[in-house]
């Protein structure tokens, strides 16, 4: 603990690269010896430290570090420093390491297993949101781990899509651990967390600035074996997920648009640039499939789900009238689950009415309501109010 407190605070220094604070660390032999160098000393152990730089970390508060460090352990946050064994090895061997990773949830083999980026636009069009959907569903039937943002469009849909099919899930945010941008994607935010894990290199409380959004995609790429740019225009900050994932040596997909399609610019251009097109999860499968120990199947047993595909499943909520309560149906549902289902009548109910109906704490109906929606047991309606679909 006594070390995590100043790595704590080297992470929350703003205004220096991600990169110097690696560098200072493992060259003066830990963050402690860089809280408590000189600033000539810092200028001496890094001659690429900036001027500027070692000015920003003359700052020793330790108020912030110190209410990070109080948030994680109130809210069981794991801190995993670059120096720990348990810091994903292949973020670690790129150019610009985070130097502290802050995780919620349960982190997922990823090392061992077939981590596959999907990323596109926020201002995806409906053939966007079908296919990152479709790609994130088959890549996590395929036994894949999904990683992305949790932004609209593409990110969210492809995110969406692997949850409902089971898998692991790994969100990178751009903001701080505690921060859910948009917000009102607070149900995905929570279902990763849940089925996965949220990550981020900003400590709790952190003030973050859009820049650090670009910042977030070295994260992104840097975990995967590979990148799949499912929609992207020419200059966006998709591009830039391709861009890092190819300065990390990482392999780079592209699915092919409309050539007028300004949504598909990008991934058109990566395509004649040498990314290779894919049109679905098989491709991607194939060019590990050698590779068995990054699967939970045995050789051979990696199979794509053939589904007539339904964007509207995962574009639009379908409202359907609940069937009469049968108790029994649902015994096998962990417990709040169980509850909620049984509470939902043939009326749809607000988040609050389900409280009161089952004596639940807000965010185990929250929670419960989140997994339920993605196993398809419940949908959302007008004003948050929710009812059984089947």
Same mark, same amino acid.
């Given at each position: 603990? +006594?070390? *995590?407190?100043?790595?704590?605070?080297?992470?929350?220094?703003?205004?220096?690269?991600?990169?110097?604070?690696?560098?200072? !660390?493992?060259?003066?032999?830990?963050?402690?010896?860089?809280?408590? !160098? &000189?600033?000539?000393?810092?200028?001496?152990?890094?001659?690429?430290? %900036?001027? %500027?730089? @070692?000015?920003?970390?003359?700052?020793?508060?330790?108020?912030?570090?110190?209410?990070?460090?109080?948030?994680?352990?109130?809210?069981?946050?794991?801190? *995993?420093?670059?120096?720990?064994?348990?810091?994903?090895?292949?973020?670690?061997?790129?150019?610009?390491?985070?130097?502290?990773?802050?995780?919620? /949830?349960?982190?997922?083999?990823?090392?061992?297993?077939?981590?596959?980026?999907?990323?596109?636009?926020?201002?995806? %069009?409906?053939?966007?949101?079908?296919?990152?959907?479709?790609?994130?569903?088959?890549? +996590?039937?395929?036994?894949?781990?999904?990683?992305? $943002?949790?932004?609209?469009?593409?990110?969210?849909?492809?995110?969406?899509?692997?949850?409902?099919?089971?898998?692991?899930?790994?969100?990178?945010?751009?903001?701080?651990?505690?921060?859910?941008?948009?917000?009102?994607?607070?149900?995905?935010?929570? !279902?990763?967390?849940?089925? /996965?894990?949220?990550?981020?290199?900003?400590?709790? $409380?952190?003030?973050?600035?859009?820049?650090?959004?670009?910042?977030?995609?070295?994260?992104?790429?840097?975990?995967?074996? =590979?990148?799949?740019?499912?929609?992207?225009? *020419?200059?966006?900050?998709?591009?830039? %997920?391709?861009?890092?994932?190819?300065?990390?040596?990482?392999?780079?997909? @592209?699915?092919?648009?409309?050539?007028?399609?300004?949504?598909?610019?990008?991934?058109?251009?990566?395509?004649?640039?040498?990314?290779?097109?894919?049109?679905? !999860?098989?491709?991607?499968?194939? +060019?590990?499939? @050698?590779?068995?120990?990054?699967?939970?199947?045995?050789?051979?047993?990696?199979?794509?789900?053939?589904?007539?595909?339904?964007?509207?499943?995962?574009?639009?909520?379908?409202?359907?009238?609940?069937?009469?309560?049968?108790?029994?149906?649902? &015994?096998?549902?962990?417990?709040?689950?169980?509850?909620?289902?049984?509470?939902?009548?043939? &009326?749809?109910?607000?988040?609050?009415?389900?409280?009161?109906?089952?004596?639940?704490?807000?965010?185990?109906?929250?929670?419960?309501?989140?997994?339920?929606?993605?196993?398809?047991?419940?949908?959302? =309606?007008?004003?948050?109010?929710?009812?059984?679909?089947?």
């Amino acid at each position: 603990m +006594a070390r *995590l407190k100043y790595w704590v605070w080297l992470s929350c220094v703003v205004g220096v690269r991600p990169v110097m604070k690696v560098r200072l !660390a493992r060259t003066m032999g830990g963050p402690e010896a860089v809280f408590f !160098a &000189k600033k000539s000393e810092l200028l001496e152990a890094e001659p690429l430290l %900036t001027d %500027t730089e @070692a000015n920003k970390l003359m700052d020793k508060s330790m108020e912030r570090p110190s209410k990070a460090l109080s948030y994680c352990q109130e809210h069981s946050i794991q801190i *995993l420093t670059v120096q720990d064994a348990d810091y994903p090895d292949r973020l670690r061997q790129i150019a610009d390491p985070p130097p502290v990773l802050y995780v919620w /949830g349960k982190l997922p083999p990823v090392d061992d297993r077939a981590l596959i980026a999907v990323v596109g636009t926020r201002k995806a %069009t409906p053939y966007g949101l079908k296919m990152a959907g479709v790609m994130g569903r088959d890549l +996590a039937l395929g036994g894949a781990i999904v990683t992305s $943002g949790l932004a609209e469009g593409c990110d969210g849909a492809a995110m969406e899509a692997a949850l409902r099919a089971g898998g692991l899930s790994v969100g990178v945010l751009g903001t701080a651990i505690d921060e859910v941008y948009p917000a009102k994607n607070r149900w995905l935010f929570d !279902a990763v967390k849940a089925q /996965g894990a949220v990550i981020s290199e900003y400590a709790p $409380g952190m003030r973050t600035f859009p820049s650090d959004f670009k910042q977030r995609n070295r994260i992104i790429s840097g975990l995967s074996l =590979g990148v799949v740019i499912v929609e992207a225009p *020419l200059h966006s900050g998709t591009r830039n %997920t391709a861009d890092h994932a190819l300065e990390q040596n990482r392999d780079v997909f @592209a699915v092919p648009g409309n050539a007028d399609a300004p949504a598909s610019a990008g991934c058109n251009e990566l395509i004649m640039q040498g990314a290779v097109p894919v049109t679905g !999860a098989a491709a991607v499968l194939r +060019a590990y499939s @050698a590779r068995s120990d990054l699967f939970p199947q045995e050789p051979g047993e990696i199979h794509i789900k053939k589904e007539i595909d339904k964007p509207k499943d995962i574009v639009y909520i379908d409202v359907t009238e609940a069937p009469p309560p049968d108790p029994d149906r649902w &015994k096998d549902l962990p417990e709040p689950q169980r509850k909620v289902m049984e509470a939902l009548t043939g &009326k749809d109910m607000h988040a609050d009415e389900l409280i009161a109906a089952t004596g639940l704490s807000a965010p185990e109906i929250l929670s419960a309501l989140t997994m339920l929606q993605l196993a398809g047991h419940v949908v959302q =309606g007008d004003g948050k109010r929710y009812s059984r679909k089947a």
